[in-house]
């Protein structure tokens, strides 16, 4: 949660700048003054209209008197003095910002006004219990907690005492102050009705309307950027991570979960176990991955898991992901990309060579080729071909 500071000296208001939020930075500049030299806005005091900009995310003013104000966190204020040995508030040099907005200062602000938790303990165990029920995935059960506990601590009353206008409210401050996407919506949607309705007996956010998906393309690489991905990658566990993901077409939570006994070299596929929905599939593996996997189960005597991790385990996803992001760093690939373009990507390539997307649907472990067909917006082949009227 990002805190903006507000400094009040002499006859301005002084706010730090961070970096974090270019977005809301530049609608700053629209009501003040830029200080290049100390790198922070100038606003007239009072505020005035300027306060509808800052109602958007929590903020902390900070006045000449010694007093603070701690506004935006779950519609409240609080109110409160500055300690006695307090370091000087900024002046015209604006010297002194530095104290109240480092990492350390707004975690302390962020703990001391965190409200008191509401989803009891016996909530979340019926929850967990019925979700068991039903076979829900760990993953599945951990967010639906998250969200009933969240929604208890943020309107601030117990799961016995909510009500619609509190479901309501809740959705417009994940959506307002979090920016959630409209699937993080959903799955919040799906949490608390699921609670409500089957552990409680209620019906609230039955007849909340869902916010619909974002239909963005996937970001794709050329076969020249995924070669010098793998090129740029120096480490031969990583190096393979990366080839797998790309040439078998994986998930990152599958590929760092794959074994020894899931490669088949004789007929060159993979067997994904227990992959999103619970479903088993069989992908293909290439010659190249082959040879390269032999190598290194060879010369790391690998029996299990292939890509190992410090406990015992598997790697973590996490560790996976800053794999990627430093090899394409090195790669100086400057797209919007992550791990999981790895797969768009293996998708967008077989559609362009000539594979038939119900093949492709099955390789992906896709339910329904809708699904799949978007792979067919971002193809360039056929669009290339066609020619602009303005050139006929």
């Not at 190249?288 to 996997?293: K, M, P, Q």
Request: net charge positive; charged share 25%.
């Amino acid at each position: 949660m990002e805190v903006l500071y507000l400094f009040y000296e002499d006859e301005n208001i002084s706010v730090p700048f961070t970096g974090s939020d270019q977005v809301f930075f530049r609608r700053l500049g629209t009501v003040g003054r830029w200080d290049g030299q100390y790198r922070r806005f100038i606003l007239q005091a009072p505020l005035k209209s300027e306060q509808a900009i800052f109602a958007e995310r929590p903020y902390v003013e900070v006045k000449q008197d010694g007093m603070i104000s701690v506004s935006g966190f779950f519609d409240q204020t609080w109110y409160g003095s500055l300690p006695e040995n307090r370091p000087p508030l900024a002046g015209k040099h604006g010297r002194a910002l530095a104290p109240f907005v480092n990492k350390a200062d707004r975690s302390c602000l962020e703990s001391v006004i965190r409200p008191p938790e509401q989803f009891s303990s016996f909530w979340a165990e019926k929850l967990q219990e019925e979700l068991h029920c039903r076979k829900y995935s760990p993953k599945t059960i951990k967010s639906y907690i998250h969200f009933n506990r969240d929604f208890c601590r943020v309107v601030q009353k117990p799961a016995e005492q909510i009500t619609e206008a509190d479901f309501k409210k809740y959705l417009s401050r994940l959506d307002i102050v979090k920016n959630l996407s409209s699937s993080s919506m959903n799955l919040a949607i799906s949490s608390i009705r699921f609670f409500y309705y089957y552990v409680m007996g209620k019906n609230i956010g039955r007849e909340q309307y869902r916010p619909r998906q974002n239909k963005r393309l996937p970001c794709v690489l050329s076969r020249d950027e995924i070669g010098r991905l793998l090129n740029a990658e120096a480490n031969p566990k990583h190096r393979l991570l990366l080839m797998l993901t790309y040439s078998s077409g994986l998930r990152v939570s599958e590929v760092v979960a794959l074994k020894r006994e899931h490669i088949n070299f004789n007929h060159r596929t993979l067997m994904i176990f227990g992959a999103k929905g619970n479903k088993d599939r069989v992908t293909i593996l290439s010659d190249r991955a082959a040879a390269f996997l032999q190598e290194y189960c060879k010369r790391n005597n690998i029996t299990a898991w292939l890509f190992p991790g410090n406990n015992g385990g598997h790697l973590h996803i996490r560790s996976a992901q800053n794999i990627f992001e430093k090899a394409a760093h090195k790669a100086r690939i400057h797209k919007n990309a992550s791990i999981h373009s790895l797969r768009h990507t293996f998708a967008t390539h077989l559609l362009e060579g000539g594979t038939d997307i119900k093949y492709i649907q099955a390789l992906l472990g896709h339910s329904s080729v809708r699904t799949t067909e978007r792979y067919t917006h971002i193809t360039p082949q056929k669009i290339l071909r066609i020619q602009s009227p303005l050139d006929f």
